[in-house]
């Protein structure tokens, strides 16, 4: 099944969010060594949520790393987490390195602490409506609603900024991701 569209512009996903699994990303995105290298980082990020409790149920991957180029900076996504999760999770562990996991995790100050242990650009979305925000954040951009301007060290002379573009959406609560 294939349900990640082809970049409409050499570059960009169309508009919309399309479902797809952590395989079918794999699949299409780990082109280059960085992609590789950055895609592992944020695999394990993923794997360190899981280990503490805060499995996302879904989870929204969006910019450079869905594009075309070639060294994409980091995996920038958002997870659905609800905070019943992350109070269950902290009710269940018991070692005090863990829970200071969690609180690293749940707190969004730490975004560049996380960016800078695991390469990716971490946001929580505690409800479907935060999640659905995130989307339209992604796609449109928030930057009185335009996408951030093509990166000229790192994006190709010819690369168009759209006026919206696709994201990708994974639900792990169904089994995909371990």
Same mark, same amino acid.
């Given at each position: ?40 980082? &944020? ?33 920038? &996504? *958002? *997870? ?21 996991? @969690?609180?690293?995790? *749940? ?14 650009? &971490?946001? @929580? ?54």
């Amino acid at each position: 099944m294939r349900n990640i569209p082809e970049f409409f512009d050499n570059y960009h996903l169309p508009d919309g969010v399309y479902e797809c699994t952590i395989e079918e990303i794999e699949h299409r995105f780990l082109f280059s060594k960085k992609r590789v290298y950055v895609w592992g980082l &944020f695999k394990k990020l993923l794997d360190r949520l899981i280990s503490l409790g805060l499995k996302p149920k879904t989870i929204l991957i969006d910019g450079s790393f869905v594009t075309a180029r070639e060294e994409p900076g980091d995996v920038d &996504f *958002a *997870a659905l987490i609800p905070p019943e999760t992350v109070i269950t999770a902290l009710a269940d562990i018991k070692d005090d390195h863990d829970k200071q996991g @969690i609180y690293l995790f *749940a707190n969004p100050n730490n975004a560049d602490a996380i960016r800078s242990l695991f390469g990716s650009h &971490f946001l @929580i979305a505690e409800n479907e409506e935060y999640l659905n925000a995130w989307a339209n954040f992604f796609q449109k951009g928030g930057n009185h609603g335009r996408l951030r301007d093509r990166d000229p060290e790192r994006d190709p002379e010819w690369v168009i900024i759209p006026r919206s573009k696709g994201i990708l959406k994974v639900h792990l609560d169904g089994g995909d991701f371990k």
